[in-house]
C-alpha cells in the first residue's frame, strides 16, 4: 500500500501503540517535513523509516524541541546584542578619536597663542 498524502496516513493516527512506520520510497515522503509531520500526527512514534526521534508527547520531543528553538533565539538575541555593543564601541572610539584630536588642536592652538 502507498500513502500518497497525509490524507491517507489519517486512518493510523488513533494507534497510539504504534512507534515505527516506515514510508520511505512513498510519495508522502517527498514532503521534506514529512516526518516532523508524522510525529506530530502519531505522538507515539520513536522511529520513522531508519531514523530513531524522540517522539512527541510521552517521549518528551516537543518540550526538546521547544528548548532548542529557544535556545537558538536567546544566542540570536546575545549575538545581535553583542553587535550592537561593538557598533556603538566604534561609535565612541571614532567620537573619542576626534574628539582627542580637536583638544590637542585647541591646546596646540592656546600654546601658540601664549607664545606671542
Known amino acids: 500500500m502507498y500513502f500518497k498524502s497525509f490524507d491517507d496516513i489519517e486512518p493510523i493516527r488513533g494507534l497510539t501503540e504504534l512507534d515505527?512506520?516506515?514510508l520511505e520510497y512513498n510519495p508522502v515522503d517527498k514532503d521534506f517535513e514529512y516526518r516532523m509531520k508524522l510525529a506530530k500526527?502519531?505522538?507515539?512514534?520513536?522511529?520513522?523509516d531508519a531514523n530513531k526521534i524522540g517522539g512527541l508527547g510521552q517521549h518528551g520531543y516537543m518540550?526538546?524541541?521547544q528548548s532548542?528553538?529557544?535556545?537558538?533565539?536567546q544566542m540570536q538575541d546575545r549575538v545581535?546584542?553583542?553587535?550592537?555593543m561593538e557598533v556603538h564601541q566604534k561609535e565612541v572610539d571614532e567620537d573619542g578619536g576626534a574628539e582627542n584630536v580637536k583638544m590637542e588642536v585647541q591646546k596646540e592652538a592656546g600654546e601658540e597663542d601664549g607664545a606671542c
Open 20 to 22: 515505527s512506520l516506515y
Open 41 to 48: 500526527m502519531i505522538p507515539s512514534l520513536t522511529q520513522i
Open 63 to 65: 518540550s526538546s524541541q
Open 68 to 73: 532548542l528553538v529557544e535556545r537558538m533565539r
Open 80 to 84: 545581535i546584542e553583542k553587535a550592537k
